[in-house]
């Protein structure tokens, strides 16, 4: 069973800057935790333990583990999508800037969140599960945008923006698993790999 508290009651002093920090500190450690022992794994003391505080002051910021790994998680994939947002921003054409992205996320693979959401979707709420997925949902926004605005370039086909992000989120995914298979193969040399598959099937030349 999740571990459950009464949710904090009203007219609680604002946060200062020291509680923001310290629920940064929770949630980048329960992230690490999250990710290296999956979310039934985890506890709320293992996490307190790791990162130097009581159980009580978890409690301050969060109403239970379900709570906090909802916040890990749409932390992480709000990094995500800064990401995708700045490397497709500046890089020079599409083509690289999603080369670029394809490589960063081999580096640090995308997948890992996947399959913590997998193994504790079932113990979340479904408000909670909506949260994660929209968090996911404004990377593929990211993405979308910018193959709009190829289209509206004449260098994609028409073709529903949203569809081909999820697409080549699923193609960065398998990309993952790719490399675990093929370790001498670069990470710069598998993003290449990805991104010719990508649009070979999307270019009008």
Sequence with gaps: MPEQVPKRLRGRPKQTDNDISMQQTIIYTASTLFKEFGYEMVTLQQIGKKCGVSKPTIYYHFAGKADLFVAAMTTMLQNVRKITAHMLDEAEHLQEGLIQLA??????????????????????????????????????????????????QNIFREEDPLFLAEAFSTLMLMGNREHERQKNESHRVLAEKIVLVFLKGVTTS
């Design 103 to 152: 490589e960063a996320r081999l580096a640090n693979p995308h997948g890992e969140i996947e399959m913590m959401m997998r193994e504790a979707e079932s113990l979340l709420e479904q408000e909670q599960i909506h949260a994660i997925r929209e968090a996911e949902h404004q990377i593929h926004e990211v993405l979308a945008a910018h193959f709009k605005k190829a289209m509206d």
